[in-house]
């Protein structure tokens, strides 16, 4: 891609934008920064960028003009937002900074997506591969901007790519040479106008894989008939595959690996990054003795059923990355002890009553709590003590009032955190301080 003397629009100012804004800046492009918002924060970022001699344009200033030959549109912002819409129907390309960023990597590519899982998988296929010895980077959806990180890509073996729906909608040529894909469950529903479309997202990781790329799938994923690369496919679940984990022992083609107790994460769910991870860097001719090494080293991120305390014989996880359905009953078919579960938060427009029958299973009470609180207590109440709590703070208050020795207070959400926080680490890290008070008094 020649950016050079190019007229481009930057859709949004956050860090992907501002990062796409100074690449494309340091190649010649003439870049104009576009946000409808306007705060002291995003008027710090347009003084910044002015540095570099990108202009922005925000809040009331943003105007409707369409004379550029090419727009880069940062993740979150939906295609048929009418600014957005306002240059496809012009015809002027827009790519998103994944797709920027790809066209300028020197190396070969590993990028994972699937609603869940992703953060995870990718650590520990970095985590294999450095174990091995390759010089990689972590970029995209975690860690550093691609279009940061492909600055030095030629002298990388691999980059190693978390990769969204959001990002992924907006490629046009985008080629890993592994591609993986977890899983696929309702989420995101608030930005794409359906599960066929989110699906349609996610697929794109394969558009335009060749014969000599792979693509490792969850084999209960269904998978279009025309998909070119070379196919690796996992479970947990007992469905026939390459990568399979049966009484708690990862396999690889029928060969025993590793238990997964020797590792620091359990759940069948993490059972399948695992497998995963194994099929990636095993495409990527990584010794498995080397994978090994590394998964047993391997801790999660924190907000992943993070163990952060214990109060009269009672363990608290907080699980407050789980902001869909498809966490949240993955973190609960992994509980082994009576459950005090805290869910709720923003209103995605997600259907949770197919999970009444495992809450009620698995769980002692339902402390439900945000915007979708009023409609968890209608969908769960009948099957199992709940009870409507106004804030995160009430529902850890319960929770410590009815959680019996052995049991585990498990915030799981399965909702996003945006009715009451900035992001899920927020919300998590509150969760932590509302327990560690607890253990001080």
């Not at 609603?115 to 450095?130: F, H, P, Q, S, V």
């Not at 279009?147 to 030629?154: I, L």
């Not at 926080?421 to 919300?427: G, K, L």
């Amino acid at each position: 891609m020649e950016l050079n003397g190019k007229k481009v629009a930057v859709l949004g100012l956050g860090i992907s934008g501002m990062q796409a804004a100074r690449f494309m800046a340091a190649k010649g492009a003439d870049v104009l920064v576009r946000d409808e918002g306007d705060s002291p924060r995003l008027r710090e970022r347009a003084l910044e960028l002015a540095e570099f001699g990108v202009r922005t344009e925000l809040g009331d200033e943003v105007g409707a003009g369409v004379a550029f030959d090419l727009v880069v549109l940062s993740p979150g912002i939906p295609l048929s937002k009418p600014l957005v819409r306002g240059f496809s129907d012009a015809h002027v390309p827009v790519i998103g900074e994944l797709e920027l960023a790809a066209q300028y990597c020197a190396c070969p590519m590993v990028a994972v997506t699937g609603t869940n899982g992703k953060t995870t998988t990718t650590e520990l296929i970095a985590a294999a591969l450095r174990e091995a010895g390759r010089e990689i980077d972590v970029a995209g959806n975690i860690g550093t901007a691609f279009t940061e990180a492909v600055k030095n890509s030629a002298d990388l073996d691999a980059m190693v790519l978390e990769v969204s729906s959001f990002q992924l909608e907006t490629t046009a040529e985008f080629r890993p040479a592994v591609s993986v894909m977890l899983n696929l469950t309702p989420d995101h529903l608030d930005h794409h106008a359906s599960m066929e479309e989110y699906r349609a997202a996610k697929l794109r990781i394969f558009a335009h894989q060749t014969a000599e790329d792979v693509a490792v799938v969850n084999a209960a994923f269904g998978l279009p008939e025309d998909l070119k690369p070379q196919l690796k496919t996992f479970s947990a679940y007992g469905v026939p595959a390459d990568y399979t984990f049966a009484n708690g022992t990862l396999y690889a083609h029928g060969e025993p690996v590793m238990e997964l107790a020797e590792t620091n994460l359990f759940g069948l769910h993490n059972a399948e990054n695992l497998l995963a991870a194994l099929a990636a860097v095993e495409a990527m001719d990584v010794d498995r003795a080397a994978a090994i090494r590394a998964f047993k080293i391997y801790r999660p991120q924190p907000h992943r059923c993070e163990p952060v305390g214990e109060l009269n014989g009672v363990r608290y996880l907080n699980d407050s990355k789980a902001t869909n359905i498809d966490a949240l009953e993955k973190a609960l078919f992994s509980m082994t002890q009576p459950v005090v579960l805290i869910a709720g938060g923003k209103d995605k427009g997600l259907d949770f009553g197919g999970l009444t029958d495992l809450v009620a299973e698995r769980c002692r009470t339902a402390l439900v709590t945000g915007q979708m609180g009023p409609k968890l207590y209608e969908l769960w109440n009948d099957a199992l003590p709940c009870e409507l709590c106004d804030d995160l703070a009430m529902a850890v208050t319960r929770a410590q009032e009815v959680a019996q020795p052995g049991d585990l207070v498990l915030y799981s959400p399965g909702c996003s955190s945006f009715d009451a926080y900035a992001n899920y680490a927020e919300r998590g890290n509150h969760f932590r301080q509302l327990v560690a008070e607890r253990q001080n008094t």
